[in-house]
């Protein structure tokens, strides 16, 4: 087996014990055992408990970010865009992806490059998402990208009202209302406030507001 296959397998033997039991089970010696390997074998790749559970992080936080961009990429209008997100996050709760996400961070697997690479996503996510409502909206810029922030830190709170009453029918009744609000709010800054920078979603991005509510499957760092 390979290095970086045996890598892999450590990390999804994290995941596996974070999913089926609690973060706390997570050891060098659990993991090793989990993996059907030996524990000098895990130090190999992973200097301590720590390491283990930021590459668990990261690599899970990446392969959602990646998922997500690529059915987001796929849609050719605002709305659609925002349906991908949010069935994406139903997808990711159902899965209890989330539950993932916040079990690691509870353990302290978020460290400073971890939440560095998350504002960057954080901020590709925001820009993709207001330059759409720009074209779309016929909104300047900063009306767009504050209008996009407020929505996005939107889709916490919905998965929280999902989780509730966790049905198809109500996450379909859920991402209508998400919907309705998303059209009705940039519909409301297209009428009410003055366009002073038309059509230029590539204009600087150096004050991109962070996003607090669409991170890690969706939720917050709090």
Request: glycine residues 6%; proline residues 3%.
């Amino acid at each position: 087996m390979s290095r970086s296959v045996r890598h892999d397998a450590l990390i999804d033997a994290v995941v596996e014990l974070v999913t089926t039991g609690d973060v706390e089970d997570v050891s060098m010696e659990t993991v090793a055992e989990r993996a059907g390997v030996s524990r000098p074998l895990v130090y190999k790749h992973f200097a301590n408990r720590g390491e283990l559970l930021a590459a668990a992080y990261r690599r899970e936080a990446t392969a959602l970010h990646d998922e997500l961009a690529a059915e987001i990429a796929a849609a050719t209008t605002l709305i659609e865009m925002y349906r991908a997100l949010v069935r994406g996050a139903f997808r990711a709760a159902v899965a209890r992806r989330d539950g993932v996400f916040a079990a690691l961070r509870s353990a302290g697997a978020r460290n400073r490059e971890l939440r560095q690479e998350q504002r960057l996503r954080d901020v590709e996510t925001v820009r993709a998402f207001s330059a759409q409502a720009v074209r779309e909206y016929r909104l300047g810029r900063r009306e767009a990208t504050a209008a996009t922030v407020l929505l996005l830190g939107a889709i916490e709170p919905l998965i929280t009202q999902w989780r509730l009453r966790p049905t198809p029918g109500n996450a379909a009744l859920l991402e209508e209302i998400f919907i309705r609000m998303v059209n009705g709010g940039y519909a409301f800054e297209n009428r009410s406030l003055p366009h002073q920078e038309l059509g230029s979603p590539e204009a600087d991005d150096s004050k991109m507001i962070h996003v607090s509510g669409a991170r890690d499957s969706l939720g917050s760092d709090r």
